[in-house]
């Protein structure tokens, strides 16, 4: 007899009185088998979910991959199981490190485990087990990246978790959509990117025990799930009222760095790092041990960059507080891009740099970017920020002035310049793209922006720019996620909204 396994009861059980299994193809939680609770283990505050780890080249025999989990702070024995086959076979020891979660006051400890999977074949599924004190607690199963020649499919979306049901419909449809994985362009917990809100927004909807359009689903309990570093990450201010994470004021802030297990590939001090307030003594210890949880990957994990498949990845941070005129970011990203032979290059970053929407658009510093991408032959570029969908004619840019650009904190950071838009570009008849799409994809569950511009081109076009006729496609009345599938020499991307319904698609091909 079988049963399902609601996540209160879940909780209840402390996670370690059930055996739970996923289903090998959409990963679902049931339990063979209800076992008396056991009341000396903890509660789950993060159930397991996968990620993808420090990989970044396609390299055979040296996949990484991460399994990890939270919990309230009753002792537990963690180890983890794993093998390519059921039989498992191999068995690792768990990394345990503490995090606040909450505010000052109203807070608690947790702990972050972590189980670092190395060593592993490309394009294989590797079965879990996760036990606790010797009894096993969840078993699961994902698949490592896909070399080149393999056809791949991922989702992107962002601005997403924020509870609302919204958040919960994006789940599932990407969850439904089987992608290999996830691509999400930032602001990915409301509103602070506190480690109580990934507790409360994130791990319920992407890690829930059930699919469905007004519950989630168990998507990052099979698929790994990357993302950049965005604005709501870093959403406190200093005494002069910029960006920063304040650990006096939230003392779980940063939650990006230590509930991600990311690529760490990128500059191990960007020239400019995520910024940090700690001045009181409460705020330097936070600080302290949210630096001991995030090891390596603060504040590097800033910036990245991954291949799968014939896609090559680059991953930035486009904050207010970082200059992309910098000569070692540019140097770094120009290296980057150099020296992959990915078939197709994408670079993901929050703020895009061409939006025609009302509440952004004044935000172009990465537009001095462009002709670095062009140079390198970047065929799409993702963000998010904008809550909406928005789909660019091929375009490419000449920047004419940047001097606002390296204006740090500054929310008017405009770079005019002349477009050069390839209008023959249909992505039906005509597939050749001659210059870079530029998407915004941030409809994925927060409040939509600018839903009257939906159908409504006289209002895609703003005098600054020329009336230049760059965006194509622009829907806000209707949450959405982007899905992409490509081989080698095409690609094609799907548009899907919050009710299961195509809302854009084209297909692009290599010339």
């Known amino acids: 007899m079988t049963h399902d396994v609601t996540r209160r009861q879940f909780l209840r059980t402390a996670g370690g009185a059930t055996l739970l299994a996923l289903s090998p193809d959409l990963a679902t939680f049931a339990a063979p088998e209800l076992i008396k609770p056991d009341k000396s283990l903890p509660l789950f505050t993060a159930l397991p979910y996968v990620q993808p780890g420090a990989g970044s080249a396609l390299v055979k025999g040296q996949e990484t991959k991460v399994i990890a989990w939270q919990t309230t702070t009753t002792p537990a024995a963690f180890e983890l199981q794993y093998g390519p086959t059921k039989k498992l076979g191999m068995t690792l020891p768990v990394q345990t490190t503490p995090r606040w979660s909450g505010d000052v ?27 606790s004190n010797g009894k096993p607690i969840a078993e699961g199963r994902f698949t490592t990246r896909k070399p080149r020649g393999q056809r791949v499919r991922f989702v992107a979306f962002g601005d997403n978790s924020y509870g609302d049901i919204s958040d919960r419909a994006i789940a599932y449809h990407a969850y ?25 927004y994130f791990f319920p909807v992407y890690n829930a025990d059930v699919a469905g359009p007004r519950l989630g689903a168990p998507l990052i309990r099979s698929t790994p799930y990357y993302t950049v570093i965005a604005n709501h990450d870093v959403h406190d201010k200093d005494p002069a ?237 209707r949450h959405s996620l982007t899905v992409i599938d490509l081989d080698a020499k095409s690609l094609s991307l799907t548009q899907i909204d919050e009710y299961g319904q195509k809302i854009d698609q084209v297909r692009v091909t290599k010339a």
């Open 241 to 477: 009222k910029h960006p920063v994470a304040d650990f006096d004021k939230d003392p779980d802030s940063l939650a990006y760095y230590t509930a991600m297990y990311l690529p760490l590939n990128g500059l191990a001090q960007p020239p400019q790092p995520t910024p940090t307030l700690a001045a009181t003594t409460n705020g330097r210890e936070q600080f302290q041990q949210f630096s001991h949880t995030a090891g390596s990957r603060f504040p590097s994990m800033a910036n990245y960059s991954f291949d799968y498949g014939d896609a090559h990845f680059l991953c930035l941070d486009s904050n207010i507080y970082v200059d992309p005129t910098n000569a070692q970011l540019q140097a770094w990203i120009e290296q980057d891009l150099a020296k992959t032979d990915a078939p197709w290059k994408f670079v993901v970053y929050h703020h895009p740099a061409f939006n025609v929407g009302d509440d952004h658009y004044k935000e172009q510093h990465m537009r001095v970017l462009s002709p670095l991408f062009e140079k390198h032959r970047v065929d799409i570029v993702f963000n998010g920020h904008e809550h909406s969908y928005q789909r660019t004619r091929p375009m490419r840019f000449e920047p004419m002035d940047t001097s606002r650009a390296s204006l740090l904190n500054d929310k008017d950071r405009r770079v005019p310049g002349k477009f050069s838009i390839d209008r023959r570009f249909d992505g039906n008849a005509a597939t050749k793209a001659d210059g870079i799409i530029y998407i915004t994809t941030g409809a994925g569950g927060k409040h939509l922006y600018d839903p009257e511009h939906t159908n409504q081109p006289e209002k895609w076009r703003h005098a600054e720019d020329n009336n230049a006729d760059y965006v194509v496609k622009f829907v806000s009345d």
């Open 105 to 131: 006051e109203d807070g608690d400890p947790r702990f972050n485990y972590a189980a670092n999977l190395n060593g592993l074949d490309l394009n294989k599924p590797y079965y879990y087990r996760v036990l």
């Open 176 to 200: 439904r959509a089987q992608p290999d994985f996830v691509m999400n362009t930032g602001d990915n917990v409301y509103d602070g990117g506190l480690d109580n809100e990934y507790a409360r």
